[in-house]
């Protein structure tokens, strides 16, 4: 009857390293999708900052009206 408690301890360890497996598999998908959305806004990032500059640049070299 002991073989009982061993196959109930084999079956539960079998089921927790499958579920620690798929747990892992799917952290570490999300690591990595993550990972290259933070690059993306990281460069969105830098885009935005250029066109600041530029916006800016062009805000200098328009001329200014006398106020009324």
């Known amino acids: 009857m002991s073989w009982v408690v061993g196959l109930a301890w084999g079956v539960a360890v079998l089921v927790a390293v499958v579920v620690l497996g798929l747990c892992t598999f799917d ?22 900052i250029d066109l600041q500059a530029s916006i800016a640049d062009a805000q200098r070299r328009l001329p200014t009206r006398p106020a009324p």
């Open 27 to 48: 952290l570490a998908g999300k690591v990595n999708r993550l990972s290259r959305d933070a690059a993306q806004l990281s460069a969105l990032r830098d885009t935005l």
